[in-house]
Each structure stands twice: as C-alpha cells, then as structure tokens.
C-alpha cells in the first residue's frame, strides 16, 4: 500500500483515536478500530535514517534496541554524528548523547570479551572493535586504536590456533581500514601457498589489489573467477571490467 | 476402585461433609423417633445429602454419601431409638418395593448424569487441547511475523539510496551559496557511492590548470600545489572533451596513453549552461562499489544537479558585478534591468517572467525609531526566509527607493504569481524581524508585472508600480 493510501486510512472518520504506541495500535487493530497502518506507522520506521527532518523518537526507539545489526547501528550512528553538527544546541546534544549510548555500549561489550578465553572470545572480540573502529570514522585517532586492538587480537588468536581462513573475513578488513595493504598482501600469498585454488582468498586479495591501484592485478584475479568459478556478481564484475555488457542484473 | 486406592486422601477427604449433612438428617429424625429413616417419605431425606454431595463431590464420594447415608437411616437410627425389630425390616422392605422404583429412577438419572457430565468435561478437555494446540502455533507465527517486521525494518532504515533521499539532497541543492551546493553534491555522491574520497574541480582561468574547489575525504596521492595540467593529466582531458573517464578504460581505450591518471578512478564532467565548467572525481571506492550501477548512479546524479548548478553560477556572476548595494551587497536596480533585458529574451522562450516589488510604506516612520541601515539589513533577513522556505529559485535586486525590493520569479502564471505574493507576506510575518530586542512593524505592499512574451523591462516596471500605487496609503 503507498505512503499516501495509508495516510488517507488514517485520516478516516471512523478511526477517532490515533494510538500512541505500537502495543496500543496493535490493540486497535484487534479491537477492529484501528486500521492496519496505525501500526504500521507507529511499530516500524519506513524512512531511511539520513531523510530529513530527523526523527527523533524513532531514532530513540532504534536506540533503545540493545542488539541492532551492525549496519543499523552504523546508520544511527552516521546520523547522531551530523546531528551533532546541527546548529540547534539542544539537538546537537542529543545527538550526542545517543552516539555516546552507542559507544559505551560496544565498550562494555568489548570490555566482557577481554575477561573470556582467546580461543571462544577473540572472534568476537575482534569483530567488535572492527565495529567500532567504523563507528569512530570521523575520529581518527580512537579508529586507529581500535583497528591496531583488533589486529592485535586475531594475531593472538593465530598465534595459539594457527591461521584460518575463515578469519580473512574479519582480518582483511581491518587492514582495509588501516591501510597496512602491505600486511593484508603478505598474509593472503601465504594463505595461497597453502591453497593456490582457493576463490576466497582470491577474492581478498582482489579487493586488496583494487585499493593497492594495482588494476592490471585486478584484472588477472578477475579472469582465474571466470576460469574456475566464481559468483554472477564475480562474473559480471569481469565483464564490467572488460568494457562488456552487464547483462541481466 | 483403583483410584479410591491411589487416590485415597482425595476420596476420603468429603468425609466430613458427608458425617455434618447426614447428622443433620440424622437430628431432625430424632424429632420423629416412631419414623426412623423416614419411612413415611420413603427415606428420602437420607439420599438428598448424596444429591447434595454430589454437586461438589466426585461420583463415588456421592455414591458413598448416599450408602452412609441409608445405613444411618435404617440401621442406625432404628438401633437409637429402638425400633430395630423384625417387624421395622419387614415394613422397611414393603416401602422399598413401594419406593424402588422411584429411587431406581433417582439411580439412573444420576447415572446419566454424571456420564453427560462425563461426555462434557472429555468435549471440554479436547477443545482446550485443541485450543492450547492452536495458541502455540499462533505464537510461532506471532514469533516469525515480529522477526520479519525487525528485519524489514532493518533493511528499510538503513537503506541509504532511496529516492526519497535523493530528492532531499537535491532539495538542499537550491540555494545560491556554490561551496555549500558543491559540499551537497560531494554529500550526495558518498552516500549513493559510498565513494571514502572524492572532489569537485574547476578551471582557473588565470593559470589554465585544474584546481579543486571541494574536497570529501582524504586524497588518495599527492596533487601539485599549481594545480593539474590541462593536456598532461586525464582529468584535463575530460574537461577538454565533455567525455567521462573510468579507470577501466585504461585497459581497453588507447586514447589516454601518456596521460597521468593521478589515481582517479573515475572523473566526469559537470556542465553549466551547456558548457564543461567543473569535474567530478571520484578518487576512492570499495572494491565492490566499482562497477556499472555505480557509473548509471553518478551520471543519474549529475544529470540532476547541473540545473541547480547552473542557477547557481549565474547568481554568482550577477553578483560579482560592481553595482551592489553597500550595505545588503544585493544587487542594485541597474542590474535588474540588465538582466531583465537578458532574460526577457532567453527564458521567455519557455517560461513567462514575473516581476515582484516589495515596497514596506512606514519605512520613514520606521527610520526615526531604528537607524536606516540596520532598517535595510532586514531585506536579508526576509532573503533567508525564502530561501529556507521557497523550493524555487528567485532572483533579489534592490528597486528604486531604499523602501523598496524587486524579485524575479521564472515560470509562475497570473494566478501562481498572485499566490506567491502571499505567500512572500506570509513569510515576512514568520520571519524574526525584530531590532535591538523589538519587534520592528513592517507594513509591506507588493506589486507585481507577468510577461508571457517579449516585453520592455519598462513596461514590467510600470506594471508593478500601478499596482504599488492603489495600495499606498493616500
């Protein structure tokens, strides 16, 4: 139903009380005096987070869910951060206080995860002040500290257990952010040595390449996908580089 | 029987009531000491202390009832008022012959009784069997439908490139201030990219090199500080050509060997007013975000933003004219005229032209309270008003008297005009126009010329004034 179609319900004569809440407009619902889209417009936020003017009830709402996923909780934080910015003293504080909420709650998180086993915790752990070392784009000093922890962290790990692959996921990234492209190449070619097929660590190491501005690298790793597997989107990412067709999406 | 067995303390636990029910039978016998057990009514009262259990009690703790209750009847209540004798069971028998049928009667209604009740409570059972059954399948689906609506809420609110979004973005581009507008495109371009480092670039003239005029994010390698070459560099080429580069193009395309990328992965060109006036460069990108939707993005977005850019540079270049007010720094009447004779040409090809004068009569009433200066200052704050609040791109000239400003509004008709008219007073109420901590009473009048063809600006001008002229106080 459109935005619009809804707001018309609404605005029905039959509906006299609008419910404040979503628990509330789920009762109106079932009572048969509330239409559909009382809850939905009060149980689930349409907008995209970056429309303006900014809610701010439903960026409190959002706030006050402990687990969000990342990218969730990224947004919100992007928005707080501009919010601070804002002219308003009194939204600027705000927003303030809400990209404060969110930090101390991924420092405590962090802070538990210390107290665990490497072998359970570090994972985790190292995800988590991935997280936040994204979440502290703007300030750079704090996302450095938390990319080196990270770091840190999955080399202690490795240093009890061994490399593993699947913390490429995880260890890559982190040197993306950093910028040690350098480590991030080093640590895949040894990966390769152990396993010259692998179309993960293929992947990785393009992505490295990519950001290293080694694009004839690029093109190389794109073609051994085309060769010997690969997803669509792998595929259609040769093709794009090659100057082809994208065909179908 | 069994359950008398495993149940013993629940069968037996209705044995007080049934002692206090059939000592009460038992009582008001003793009143009648020649009729122990009732005779004369059959024994009757000795069984309603069962139908009375029976109410509350289980089947066998009535059955019970009723037996102890006929034993206290007809043998001990005899044996207390010594009537126990032959001749007492030999009448006790003829009144049951006389009351068996009755009390059979009795037996099987409560049979049939209890085995409804029996039916009742097994039908009521399967139903909330049924019921419990369908609740917890209920609550399952309740689960999943609450996980949906989070996930969907989830993808909706952090969605980044929605059109709604792009609307806004483009909406802040209408404003007549070029670093604010070129910081809005760089806005937009990161979040509909995800681009970490980008940059809008223009050609000086003076030095015939490329130099950026808005920076997003940090560079990826060092610029020289003179700028870039216009006919070493690809970003020099594209400005010359109008032709958008994307570094893929440097595997296949041989038309930029020799030229310096400067690690540019994708530059195009940004037109105003049909001519290349700026580049935008994209210098930094995830690996993932390199590819076609990302180009159809950028190109989707500059069509979009070179309308906005053009108004833009235009006002620019109105007001790098000397004949600005020194106070306001609005342009003066001269100005007006020369663009009235400009536009009058250009734009009426396509849309009519609106002239608007705002003439605040108590001006000189005003001018003895608050200094003249500070009186003038509030045009700008009425300017902001409509820029904030205007989705349409005005032009804003001081008119003839120091009273007095024109506007000039592209693509309104006679009734759009007369709207927009209102719509400016409503707005000079809204607006803060207070001075020194009070608020300052304009009374404003306003005037307007709508040419829909070739017209003198003259003739717009007087248009405008006759109708200032009906509303002056006389």
């Not at chain 1, 900014?54 to 996923?69: F, G, T």
């Not at chain 1, 939204?91 to 086993?117: M, W």
């Not at chain 2, 009729?35 to 309603?48: A, E, H, K, R, S």
């Not at chain 2, 009375?52 to 102890?68: C, G, W």
Request: charged share 25%.
């Amino acid at each position: 139903m459109s935005y619009s179609k809804e707001y018309l319900q609404l605005l029905d004569s039959r509906y006299l009380v609008m419910a404040r809440t979503q628990k509330a407009a789920l009762k109106g619902i079932e009572g048969g005096f509330l239409p559909e889209a009382a809850f939905i417009t009060k149980g689930i936020n349409v907008r995209s987070l970056f429309e303006e003017p900014y809610e701010l009830i439903e960026l409190d709402r959002l706030l006050s869910k402990p687990d969000m996923p990342f990218e969730v909780t990224l947004r919100l934080a992007q928005v707080c951060e501009r919010i601070t910015r804002n002219p308003d003293k009194e939204l600027a504080l705000f927003g303030a206080e809400s990209l404060n909420a969110l930090e101390v709650r991924y420092v405590q998180r962090i802070q538990k995860l210390k107290k665990g086993e490497l072998s359970t915790s570090a994972r985790p752990l190292a995800q988590a002040q991935l997280e936040l070392a994204l979440i502290y784009e703007t300030r750079p000093a704090l996302k450095r500290f938390y990319l080196t922890e990270a770091i840190n962290t999955i080399q202690n790990l490795w240093a009890l257990e061994g490399r593993q692959k699947k913390d490429l996921a995880l260890w890559v990234p982190l040197h993306l952010e950093a910028g040690s492209l350098e480590e991030a190449e080093r640590s895949l070619r040894e990966f390769l040595l152990e396993m010259p097929q692998d179309s993960e660590v293929y992947f990785w190491l393009a992505k490295v390449k990519f950001a290293q501005r080694d694009y004839l690298e690029v093109m190389t790793i794109l073609a051994f996908f085309q060769e010997h597997g690969g997803s669509s989107e792998l595929h259609k990412a040769y093709r794009f580089w090659l100057g082809e067709d994208p065909g179908v999406a | 029987m069994s359950r008398i067995l495993s149940e013993p303390r629940k069968f037996f636990s209705g044995l007080p009531d049934i002692v206090l029910l059939v000592g009460l039978v038992m009582l008001l016998n003793l009143f009648w000491p020649d009729d122990p057990g009732f005779l004369f009514w059959y024994g009757t009262p000795y069984v309603v202390p069962a139908l009375v259990v029976t109410l509350f009690r289980r089947t066998l703790v009535a059955v019970l009832t009723l037996v102890i209750g006929l034993l206290a009847g007809f043998v001990v209540m005899p044996l207390l008022t010594n009537n126990f004798t032959l001749a007492y069971w030999r009448h006790l028998v003829d009144v049951f012959r006389a009351s068996g049928i009755p009390l059979a009667f009795l037996f099987v209604a409560e049979l049939f009784f209890q085995i409804q009740q029996k039916n009742q409570r097994s039908s009521l059972l399967g139903r909330l069997k049924r019921q419990v059954k369908q609740s917890s399948r209920l609550k399952r689906k309740a689960d999943s439908l609450e996980r949906v609506n989070r996930v969907l809420e989830e993808r909706l609110v952090a969605q980044i490139d929605s059109i709604t979004l792009l609307r806004g973005n483009l909406k802040k581009l209408a404003t007549f201030n070029l670093p604010q507008a070129l910081e809005g495109i760089l806005e937009m371009l990161t979040i509909f990219t995800e681009m970490s480092a980008g940059s809008i670039w223009t050609h000086q003239k003076e030095t015939g090199k490329l130099l950026p005029v808005a920076v997003r994010g940090e560079r990826v390698s060092a610029i020289p500080p003179e700028g870039l070459d216009m006919d070493q560099t690809i970003a020099g080429y594209v400005f010359r050509n109008g032709r958008p580069f994307s570094l893929r193009m440097l595997l296949h395309d041989q038309e930029f060997t020799g030229l310096a990328t400067m690690d540019f992965l994708m530059i195009y060109p940004l037109h105003a007013h049909g001519n290349v006036w700026g580049l935008i460069v994209i210098e930094r990108l995830p690996f993932e975000r390199y590819s076609y939707y990302t180009e159809s993005i950028l190109e989707i977005i500059i069509s979009l933003v070179e309308p906005y850019l053009s108004d833009i540079l235009e006002y620019e270049q109105l007001y790098q004219g000397q004949e600005v007010d020194q106070i306001t720094q609005l342009p003066l009447v001269t100005q007006l005229v020369k663009n009235l004779d400009s536009t009058a040409i250009k734009d009426l090809r396509t849309a009519p032209l609106a002239l608007i004068v705002l003439e605040i009569v108590n001006f000189e009433g005003l001018a003895q309270r608050w200094d003249r200066e500070k009186l003038k200052k509030l045009f700008l704050v009425m300017r902001e008003k409509w820029e904030e609040a205007l989705e349409m791109k005005v032009k804003i000239f001081h008119y003839k008297e120091e009273n007095q400003l024109a506007l000039l509004v592209p693509g309104l008709d006679q009734d759009g005009v007369s709207f927009f008219c209102l719509r400016l007073l409503t707005l000079i109420q809204e607006a803060d126009l207070s001075l020194e901590g009070e608020v300052v009473p304009l009374e404003v009048i306003v005037g307007f010329g709508l040419a829909t063809g070739p017209v003198a600006p003259d003739q717009l001008m007087r248009e405008a004034e006759n109708l200032l002229e009906f509303q002056r106080p006389v």
